[in-house]
């Protein structure tokens, strides 16, 4: 009988096992889901990425520049896809993102050594090491090949993969690490000398690229003819496709940058969206203002101007503020391209500087403006509670943080672009001869043509 009196006692106990234990294969069903979702969106995000470079920026650029030169134009771009990704799997991943210093990251993973499928929990604790490594991957091939613009149809093949190499080594790889690697020096996450918001690369792509574009064009000098023979954009159906694609491309940039599929992207994504519109229309009504009419390079000009400011605070801000960045950047953008450009004279070719400087400088300035704890909590107290993040939410200093960041990227990529090309000019030689930029560098230096119109 006491035995009989005792079995609701262990069958309750049962039942609260099997609760317990139901509850623990729900919680480990759910962070598998959770995994899962986030390596799918991370991995089509890299290769949306990928598609920004080819045939995204490919095309854009390959359409802007006169035909004799669209081939050895659209070859940066693709043959930047190859050398930074073995660069990258070598060396750079683990100078971006290894546990060094506060400018450098060491090489615990060179070769991908340690770079396996289970997660990194320093910077994701869903996703594989890998997928993690393969998405940065590709911001590391689109960011030099951004600089290309700024030196089309008159620099040396050789000077361009050598240059790449050594920008890639001394500007990229180490400014990531200050940025977004544990215990970079400008990591808003971690203990950084400077806490700057960069959600997406506006200070590690934008404006170390655009500056870097800028020194590359002042070094090189003006292309020959400049400003007497007409250079016009040989075919803005391709630039526009390029266009294109970059914008959609944009969303894995930028919401990819969540790191997960999660509420974060999909405000990084309608903020992308919206960004882009905006600026859109801003530098297309400075255009009709201006000139009387709109035009499809302003349009597309506009586009990637709004595409590059929103990305530093893609993840910080909301939508309506992305709207007004966006028309800001359209307007700013236009200004440097048009009226700046002009006035000092310096041949920045596809507009790199004016555009991705230019616009990522004021991006990741309006950044610390509108940065708000109602999208990201990234700072936050003793107690754990979110403190405020930007100037409008009551936090001045962000903006000057924000500042001094842009300000370090910028003298960091200008310094270093301007070594790296006395060398490489010192090694190859920086400029084309002459007579091949006579004949278009497509002949010159590829022995081919983009278009047989003998055929």
């Known amino acids: ?45 890299a290769a949306l990425v990928l598609m ?3 045939p995204g920026l490919a095309l854009f650029y390959g359409g802007l520049v006169r035909r004799k ?7 940066h771009s693709f043959a930047l896809m190859a050398v930074m990704s073995v660069l990258w799997a070598v060396v750079g991943y683990s100078i971006a993102f290894g546990t060094g210093t506060s400018f450098f990251g060491g090489f615990e993973y060179a070769m991908l050594r340690g770079v396996g499928m289970e997660p990194n929990a320093t910077y994701s604790a869903t996703l594989p090491h890998l997928t993690f490594m393969v998405f940065q991957m590709m911001f590391a091939v689109i960011t030099p090949a951004l600089i290309s613009g700024a030196f089309a149809e008159r620099m040396k093949f050789s000077a361009m993969l050598l240059f790449t190499v050594l920008w890639g080594l001394l500007v990229y790889f ?55 023979e007409p250079m016009k954009p040989h075919n803005l159906t391709l630039s526009l496709i390029g266009a294109c694609l970059l914008w959609v491309g944009w969303f894995g940039f930028n919401a990819g940058s969540a790191l997960g599929a999660s509420g974060l992207a999909a405000n990084a ?30 349009g597309i000009s506009g586009a990637v101007a709004g595409l590059v400011a929103i990305t530093p605070g893609a993840g910080f801000v909301t939508p309506d503020a992305s709207m007004i ?76 943080n924000q500042l001094l960041g842009s300000l370090l990227a910028a003298i960091l990529a200008a310094v270093a672009t301007f070594v790296i090309l006395k060398v490489c000019d010192a090694l190859v ?15 010159a230096l590829h022995g081919e043509e983009a278009y047989n119109l003998e055929s």
């Open 69 to 75: 030169n669209a081939l050895s134009t659209m070859m």
């Open 52 to 54: 920004m470079t080819g």
């Open 174 to 228: 180490p400014l990531a690490h200050m940025v977004w690697g544990s215990g970079g020096f400008l990591n808003a996450f971690g203990p950084a000398g400077i806490p700057c918001l960069d959600f997406a690369g506006g200070t590690v792509v934008h404006i170390s690229s655009g500056v870097s574009a800028l020194v590359c064009a002042l070094y090189l000098g003006k292309r020959r003819g400049y400003g007497v």
């Open 269 to 298: 994504f309608v903020t992308t969206h919206l960004g882009a519109a905006a600026a859109t229309l801003g530098w297309l009504l400075m255009e009709w203002w201006r000139d009387g009419r709109p035009s499809v390079l302003g």
């Open 325 to 400: 960045i966006g028309f800001a950047a359209g307007i700013f953008c236009y200004l440097m391209v048009v009226v700046v450009k002009k006035k000092f004279g310096y041949d920045d070719a596809l507009d790199a500087f004016g555009i991705h400087g230019a616009g990522g400088f004021l991006g990741a300035l309006l950044t610390g403006v509108f940065a708000t704890t109602a999208v990201n909590t990234v700072y936050k107290d003793a107690a754990g509670n979110a403190t405020a993040l930007g100037l409008l939410e009551g936090n001045p200093m962000q903006a000057v």
């Open 1 to 45: 009988m006491a035995i009989l009196g005792l079995y609701p006692l262990l069958s309750f106990g049962q039942q609260a096992d099997t609760l317990d234990q139901r509850l623990k294969a729900v919680e480990a069903a759910t962070a598998a889901a959770q995994s899962s979702a986030d390596n799918a969106w991370i991995l089509v995000s």
């Open 429 to 443: 030689g920086v400029r084309v001869a002459e007579s091949h930029e006579i004949d278009g560098l497509d002949i």
